[in-house]
């Protein structure tokens, strides 16, 4: 079976593939529709932060050996011819599968490393230092 793949704008948009080392592990309550995993930063050309939750990870970007295409299964049915006379259809309807390209992965983020974690350090306040009487507070003895 053969089924067709079509591009009907000519220029497709541009996808890129995330790879992370290790699972991300969501709430069972919380749908995958719309759902922010973090935010991506880009601090230089080939350099890509990550941050979720209180973890950073740092990346870059690998252009793919062999793109990828991001596909669209479209079921389309045929238009039934009904008899007038016997209004009856004389064939029955059929259904075809066309693939929509969507888009097209060139490049993927590579998240190889482990991640660091955000967790601030408390701030250390310096101790008030209490001037002593006598000469541990600067003064000279006599000699």
């Known amino acids: 079976m053969q089924i067709p793949v079509r591009c009907s704008c000519g220029e497709c948009k541009e996808w890129a593939m995330v790879e992370l080392q290790g699972s991300l592990e969501i709430q069972h309550s919380t749908s995958l529709n719309n759902l922010v995993i973090g935010s991506l930063c880009r601090p230089s050309a080939n350099k890509y932060k990550l941050i979720i939750g209180y973890h950073e990870l ?53 998240f190889k490393s482990r991640p660091k974690a955000l967790i601030s350090k408390q701030e250390v306040k310096p101790k008030k230092q209490r001037a002593l009487p006598g000469p541990l507070a600067g003064q000279s003895s006599p000699q």
Request: aromatic share 0%; charged share 30%; glycine share 4%.
């Open 58 to 110: 740092e990346g870059t970007k690998v252009t793919l050996k062999k793109p990828l295409v991001i596909l669209k299964k479209v079921k389309t049915s045929d238009d039934m011819e009904v008899d007038t006379a016997a209004t009856v259809p004389t064939q029955p309807e059929s259904t075809s599968v066309e693939m929509h390209v969507v888009g097209i992965i060139r490049e993927k983020l590579l």
